[in-house]
């Protein structure tokens, strides 16, 4: 027993499935996001997105092509929105924090080595050298 309280408690499986439940809360928003705002848009510019109707028949056989087309399109939308107001904004803050990080430093003119901003010396070949 105490082999599978161990298994439970472990962080791994408790991130795991914090991320789980963030992650269908998340796809419930971005889903109502593009249903609220994003669908009505569309039909505004080009009719109605839903094509659930759309159908053909072959030997009295039905195939219900509109549900995969809105299925495929709705997806695309989708994966536009996050695109969009999720991984770009993320990679933009991402890189203005190691930008934030990555000015610690600035190469000295004699001899090209990184030293500190705030330097007067540069540590390894000893010449002086204006703060940044």
Same mark, same amino acid.
């Given at each position: 027993m105490?082999?599978f =309280?161990k298994?439970l408690?472990?962080?791994n499986?408790? @991130?795991l &499935? ?7 809360? #998340?796809?419930?928003l971005?889903?109502? #996001?593009v249903?609220? *705002? ?5 039909a505004?510019?080009g009719g109605?997105p839903n *094509? @659930?109707?759309?159908?053909f028949?072959?030997s ?6 509109g549900k #995969?087309l809105t299925? &495929?399109?709705s *997806? ?7 695109y969009? #107001?999720?991984?770009? %904004?993320m990679? =933009?803050?991402l890189e203005?924090a190691?930008? =934030? ?6 190469p000295? %003119?004699?001899?090209?080595s990184?030293? %500190?901003l705030?330097?007067t010396?540069? =540590?390894?070949c000893?010449s002086?050298?204006q %703060?940044?």
């Open positions: 105490s082999g =309280k298994f408690l472990r962080g499986l408790v @991130d &499935a914090v991320a789980v439940v963030i992650g269908a809360a #998340f796809s419930t971005v889903t109502a #996001f249903s609220a *705002f994003i669908g009505p848009l569309l505004l510019l109605q *094509f @659930d109707n759309l159908s028949t072959i009295g056989t039905v195939f219900p092509y #995969f299925a &495929a399109i *997806f695309l939308i989708i994966a536009a929105v996050v969009f #107001f999720v991984v770009l %904004p990679a =933009k803050l203005r190691m930008r =934030k990080e990555e000015a610690s430093e600035h000295c %003119p004699r001899c090209r990184e030293i %500190p705030d330097a010396r540069c =540590k390894f000893t002086e050298v %703060p940044a």
